[in-house]
């Protein structure tokens, strides 16, 4: 199972960007979905999550600005980001909770860089 996240960038104060993550291999079946972000100095906070019936939740810096989904039928979540400021800037992750086939496994794609200028 791997995940591919892409759409990181660098955007000035109050654009938006969006991000996408795909998810390929053996997968049966994927839980919650979510995007972590990691800034430099900081531990890795869940930005945002998502069950696999599209009930979300977000921390509260982002509530109103960001907005996650995803297509099961794609095995993708993305996360638009909109109103972005200085402070969203990060390292962000993807995170799936697959059923492999005998357990649940979390998974995770490689990092993609937000950069958001003053």
């Known amino acids: 199972v791997q995940l591919q996240a892409s759409g990181g960038g660098l955007v000035q104060a109050g654009g938006s960007l969006r991000l996408s993550c795909a998810v390929s291999g053996r997968t049966f079946s994927i839980s919650d979905m979510g995007w972590y972000r990691q800034a430099p100095g900081k531990q890795r906070e869940l930005v945002a999550s998502?069950?696999?019936?599209?009930?979300?939740n977000y921390i509260d810096s982002v509530k109103g600005r960001f907005t996650i989904s995803r297509d099961n039928a794609k095995n993708m979540v993305a996360l638009q980001m909109n109103s972005l400021k200085p402070e969203d800037t990060a390292a962000y992750y993807c995170?799936?909770?697959?059923?492999?086939?005998?357990?649940?496994?979390?998974?995770w794609g490689q990092g993609t860089l937000v950069t958001v200028s003053s």
């Open positions: 998502i069950t696999r019936i599209g009930t979300s």
């Open positions: 995170n799936a909770n697959v059923w492999v086939g005998r357990t649940w496994q979390e998974y």
